[in-house]
């Protein structure tokens, strides 16, 4: 059975920097493209930043030069290194993974990121 458990939320100040975990269990964790979306208060859910099973990135706009996506195949954990976090960075953090070849795709249960001013 796939699980995506993440942690690493909490409450920071702005400026302030994060590290998010997200642990895969249950899938062949090499052949996913891994994913961290957000959904800020009363808004949709959103692209983070995506890392593919061969290595290659992407970042929303938003988060490039801030946010670095890296995965570790060993463990099955991708991670997503947040420095410089602004207030409009405030949102629950899911991990996906994604397998085009599969046709699976699986989600997280979130974790809160909140950022003060």
């Known amino acids: 059975q796939a699980q995506l458990v993440e942690s690493g939320g909490g409450l920071v100040q702005s400026g302030g920097s994060l590290r998010l975990s997200c642990a895969a269990s249950?899938?062949?964790?090499?052949?996913?493209?891994m994913g961290w979306y957000r959904q800020p208060p009363g808004k949709q859910r959103e692209l983070v930043a995506v890392?593919?099973?061969?290595?290659?990135?992407n970042y929303a706009d938003s988060v490039k030069g801030r946010f670095t996506i890296f995965r570790d195949n060993t463990k099955t954990m991708v991670y997503l290194q947040m420095n410089s976090l602004k207030p409009e960075d405030t949102a629950v953090y899911y991990c996906?993974?994604?397998?085009?070849?599969?046709?699976?795709?699986?989600w997280g249960q979130g974790t809160q990121v909140s950022v003060s001013s």
């Open positions: 249950g899938i062949t964790f090499s052949i996913y493209d």
């Open positions: 890392i593919t099973t061969g290595g290659s990135t």
């Open positions: 996906n993974a994604h397998s085009y070849t599969l046709g699976r795709n699986y």
